[in-house]
């Protein structure tokens, strides 16, 4: 009888570990209708990087100013979204990207950013969910905000000491990397990106 308990009681702990690491994810809801998105959309080997699970557990794009994953972020974009925003950011199609004006205010964080390119907004702006990988997606957040020239201390993305140290891109004297770096997170990323989600008040997503 008694290892029937202990069995029972195996069973229910088990159960719990897939509710426990679902509460420590953050939780991400379309743009538009605010509801949850489905994530089992996304390409799978995407999923599962360094980065995406620190971004799934902070709402913070480790990929913001790191130089060695710039060149793979703006071949990403360039593909992916320059033909409606322009190839720095400036607006064709779609809106502008690299100023101070959000037509979704929630962009100004990573995490509300990250909801309209996966699932999607009004108008033009189709959801990326199966067409790009949501490791690929924080790496155009990445670029999106390297692109950025409006005033730093709208920058919410930035932590205070990133912000001492912004500068504005310069797309005069922009040449992209000669030769592919190996892009790589610096260890106290997960520690900053953690802290800063802390101090960091979302705009609520427009429903």
Excluded at 31 to 38: E, N, Q, S
Aim: with cysteine; hydrophobic share 35%.
């Amino acid at each position: 009888m008694r290892q029937g308990f202990k069995f029972a009681a195996v069973v229910a702990a088990l159960s719990l570990i897939p509710l426990m690491a679902l509460a420590q994810q953050i939780q991400l809801v379309h743009t538009i209708t605010g509801m949850p998105l489905d994530l089992s959309l996304s390409p799978e080997e995407g999923r599962d990087t360094p980065a995406v699970k620190e971004f799934m557990k902070t709402g913070h794009n480790p990929y913001n100013g790191v130089e060695s994953c710039m060149h793979e972020a703006e071949e990403v974009f360039l593909t992916a979204c320059s033909g409606c925003h322009g190839h720095i950011g400036e607006g064709k199609l779609g809106p502008g990207l690299n100023d101070d004006y959000w037509t979704y205010p929630k962009n100004q964080t990573d995490k509300g950013l990250f909801e309209t390119i996966y699932g999607g907004a009004r108008s033009m702006m189709g959801p990326q969910a199966s067409a790009r990988t949501m490791d690929e997606i924080l790496l155009v957040i990445a670029w999106v905000r390297h692109l950025y020239k409006g005033d730093v201390e709208g920058a919410v993305w930035l932590t205070d000491e990133q912000k001492a140290n912004f500068v504005p891109f310069d797309p005069e004297h922009h040449k992209p990397e000669a030769e592919e770096l190996v892009c790589e997170i610096p260890a106290q990323t997960a520690a900053v990106g953690a802290d800063s989600a802390e101090k960091k008040t979302e705009t609520p997503s427009e429903n």
